[in-house]
T-cell receptor, first 113, second 111 residues
Framework: DAEITQSPRHKITETGRQVTLACHQTWNHNNMFWYRQDLGHGLRLIHYSYGVQDTNKGEVSDGYSVSRSNTEDLPLTLESAASSQTSVYFC????????????FGEGSRLTVL | GQNIDQPTEMTATEGAIVQINCTYQTSGFNGLFWYQQHAGEAPTFLSYNVLDGLEEKGRFSSFLSRSKGYSYLLLKELQMKDSASYLCAVSPPSGTYKYIFGTGTRLKVLA
């Protein structure tokens, strides 16, 4: 069965360290997204991509970067982790532009000390 | 601007019917999604409304009024497993991918 997986599921890091969260989907979807979820804020879009070599900033992109070298993967990098980036991160993909449902990964819980 | 409002929490009894409301103000709009999210898990798709009216899917139904900027999710014959957060999300106009999510409504189903 096609799926979308994230790793690591849990990570604790220190302020200032670089962290990369992996996202891999086997749906062959063109569109991929990274969200963070915090209490009181709901899901907020960090970055998104609608194809290989395409990346775009979402509403909370400062301090994050992504790259899309193939269809399956969209890794999220925190260049210099900050305590404000402690959150649960969800990767998602969709088949169609904005009329298609989002398929979410299981989430990655990141704690920055 | 874009804004979505949902109640923070609701409580209902097993076997009952509950309606979760969502109001939105957006500068552009394509359709409206509902997702279910159990604690500690990923959101999963429930429904998508593009046209005004009621869409029924088993025990769950979703309603949309575009002119009023209003949607609701109706859950019938509540079961304990329906205890979860329900997220309302607006799908932006074609050409953008910035789905806007509400903060979610946490539903507790009591025996």
């Amino acid at each position: 069965d096609a799926e979308i997986t994230q790793s690591p599921r849990h990570k604790i890091t220190e302020t200032g360290r670089q962290v990369t969260l992996a996202c891999h989907q086997t749906w062959n979807h063109n569109n991929m997204f990274w969200y963070r979820q915090d209490l009181g804020h709901g899901l907020r879009l960090i970055h998104y991509s609608y194809g290989v070599q395409d990346t775009n900033k979402g509403e909370v992109s400062d301090g994050y970067s992504v790259s899309r070298s193939n269809t399956e993967d969209l890794p999220l990098t925190l260049e210099s982790a900050a305590s404000s980036q402690t959150s649960v991160y969800f990767c998602a993909s969709s088949k169609r532009q904005n009329t298609g449902e989002l398929f979410f990964g299981e989430g990655s819980r990141l704690t920055v000390l | 601007g874009q804004n979505i409002d949902q109640p923070t929490e609701m409580t209902a009894t097993e076997g009952a019917i509950v309606q979760i409301n969502c109001t939105y103000q957006t500068s552009g709009f394509n359709g409206l999604f509902w997702y279910q999210q159990h604690a500690g898990e990923a959101p999963t798709f429930l429904s998508y409304n593009v046209l005004d009216g009621l869409e029924e899917k088993g025990r769950f139904s979703s309603f949309l009024s575009r002119s009023k900027g209003y949607s609701y999710l109706l859950l019938k014959e509540l079961q304990m497993k329906d205890s979860a957060s329900y997220l309302c999300a607006v799908s932006p106009p074609s050409g953008t991918y910035k789905y806007i999510f509400g903060t979610g409504t946490r539903l507790k189903v009591l025996a």
